[in-house]
């Protein structure tokens, strides 16, 4: 399965996408800093945009690597500037608790 980092800084949420995604067979690591996760030795960038969004958006350019992004249902200017910032994949924040195991799945390398 995929290396996955992980930088989503609300410790409930963020447990349960490790927790989740663990169960399906992804490798996770935590990252509490966006230059943490840019220098990440990952397949996957998962990246929370719920807080924290102009600085977290600049992991758009990281190359190399697929970029999973989810944000607030009620913030759909997140989810556009996400977009154009060069995230592969941008998902409400229900949708990743809902299927966090298939949407990394969508994105790892085979």
Same mark, same amino acid.
């Given at each position: 399965?995929a290396?996955?980092?992980l930088?989503?800084?609300?410790?409930?949420?963020?447990?349960k996408?490790?927790?989740g995604l663990?169960?399906?067979?992804?490798?996770?690591?935590?990252?509490? @800093?966006v230059?943490?996760?840019?220098?990440?030795?990952?397949?996957?960038l998962?990246?929370d945009?719920?807080?924290?969004?102009? @600085?977290?958006?600049?992991?758009?350019d990281?190359?190399?690597?697929?970029k999973l992004a989810?944000? @607030?249902?009620?913030?759909h200017?997140?989810?556009?500037? $996400?977009?154009? $910032?060069?995230?592969?994949?941008?998902?409400?924040?229900? !949708?990743?608790a809902?299927e966090m195991g298939?949407l990394?799945?969508?994105?790892a390398? !085979?």
């Amino acid at each position: 399965m995929a290396r996955v980092a992980l930088l989503c800084p609300d410790l409930l949420f963020g447990s349960k996408l490790e927790g989740g995604l663990r169960a399906v067979g992804h490798e996770v690591a935590r990252y509490s @800093s966006v230059d943490e996760a840019r220098g990440a030795d990952a397949d996957i960038l998962v990246v929370d945009l719920t807080s924290d969004v102009d @600085s977290r958006l600049g992991l758009g350019d990281v190359t190399g690597r697929p970029k999973l992004a989810f944000y @607030s249902h009620v913030e759909h200017d997140t989810r556009l500037r $996400a977009e154009e $910032a060069g995230f592969d994949l941008v998902v409400p924040r229900s !949708r990743m608790a809902r299927e966090m195991g298939a949407l990394v799945d969508r994105l790892a390398p !085979r």
